[in-house]
């Protein structure tokens, strides 16, 4: 019986399956060590959205600027359709009615325009000009110095008609607070004299500015009627030098304090210690929208 001979094992280079074997553990320990900062990269990144706060969105440069004020913040803005020529019925007189400074209770509650709708934009102070450092009003006002002071201040007088716009606003009340006469403003005071037994001294009876926060118009102008007369800029009178002013709102006495008289009879350069000073200016025009790009 024949015999051959068994195969011969394969011989093994153990030098190969050393370096075989390191190199697996490299790589084995490579990918755990990767899946581990991977993990933690998601970790840390997810607690940092959570913690980071959030931004807001860029401005579009598709978007309008934000529009300026139209007036100073010391100003308010008198904005809409001025009715030349007002019938104001009153109902209930407190005076004889046909007295010169006669005072109505209480107006019908419909004023009617009988003249023509203008539009009317512009700035006006909110209060009755205070020197810096003053408690009170500035007073012993002319209209040559009240327009000298609003021209130190980069304003000007406002025009009649544009105080009695500021004044009754829109709806053309009588008062600057409604229809009837109410005691919010600093007027229908009786002692007006200092006592002098020699001669009858008008007393200084101005309160600050604002003290009356009832006495507002519809623009949140304050003491348009009574404490101080108010010089203004009469339309129409431009070249009537000396007589180019007229008075409005009255001050402290017992008189009109409303909306549409006003006192015409003094010259550009007459002064009292009831005379004071509120400015106007012209008002920014809005800024026309743009629409936005597609």
């Not at 581990?36 to 959030?54: D, K, M, N």
């Not at 209480?106 to 023509?116: A, I, L, N, Q």
């Not at 600050?208 to 006495?215: K, Q």
């Amino acid at each position: 019986m024949e015999v051959t001979d068994s195969p011969k094992p394969p011989k093994v280079h153990w030098g190969l399956v050393a370096l075989v074997a390191v190199g697996l553990g490299i790589v084995a320990s490579g990918v755990a060590a990767g899946g581990a900062y991977r993990a933690t990269r998601a970790a840390s990144s997810s607690s940092s959205s959570a913690s980071a706060p959030l931004l807001p969105p860029e401005p579009s440069a598709d978007l309008p600027p934000p529009a300026p004020p139209a007036c100073p913040s010391e100003m308010a803005l008198v904005d809409g359709q001025y009715c030349t020529d007002v019938r104001q019925d009153c109902n209930r007189w407190l005076d004889d009615e046909k007295l010169p400074f006669a005072r109505c209770a209480e107006y019908s509650h419909k004023s009617r325009c009988v003249g023509k709708l203008v539009p009317q934009r512009f700035c006006m102070d909110r209060y009755e000009y205070t020197p810096p450092g003053d408690k009170l009003p500035q007073n012993w006002a002319s209209f040559e110095i009240a327009s000298q002071t609003c021209r130190g201040l980069g304003k000007r007088l406002c025009t009649d008609n544009e105080w009695n716009f500021a004044c009754e606003g829109e709806d053309m009340l009588p008062y600057p607070y409604g229809y009837e006469r109410r005691p919010v403003c600093n007027q229908d005071r009786t002692d007006l004299f200092e006592k002098n037994p020699r001669m009858q001294v008008l007393a200084d009876r101005r309160a600050a500015s604002g003290a009356h926060p009832e006495c507002r118009s519809p623009f949140g102008i304050e003491d348009l009627a009574g404490n101080m007369d108010e010089p203004t800029a009469r339309e129409g009178f431009e070249r009537n030098h000396p007589f180019r002013n007229a008075l409005k709102g009255g001050w402290w006495m017992a008189a009109r304090n409303r909306c549409r008289p006003a006192t015409t009879a003094h010259d550009d350069y007459f002064k009292d210690i009831q005379i004071g000073v509120r400015c106007c200016s012209a008002a920014s025009e809005p800024l026309q929208s743009v629409a936005p790009k597609p």
